[in-house]
């Protein structure tokens, strides 16, 4: 899964934003058991990135939560 921007978060309907953070949330479980097995990871970056992606993903999902209310 490709590192999303804010513009592109909030172009996305609930359904597919949904679908992208179980996917960003899985690929991120992998990496880290990677890590964690001793196994250096193909991008050591990647991680903090997905990180990032996932927190900006949240961040905008309560904002728009709070801008329906």
Do not use: C, F, H, Y
Request: hydrophobic residues 30%; charged residues 40%.
């Amino acid at each position: 899964m490709a590192i999303l921007r804010s513009s592109e978060i909030r172009d996305k309907k609930p359904k597919d934003l949904e679908k992208s953070l179980n996917e960003l949330k899985s690929e991120l479980m992998k990496l880290n058991s990677q890590k964690t097995s001793g196994r250096m990871p193909e991008n050591p970056g990647k991680i903090k990135a997905l990180r990032r992606t996932i927190a900006r993903i949240n961040t905008i999902k309560k904002e728009s939560e709070v801008s329906k209310k």
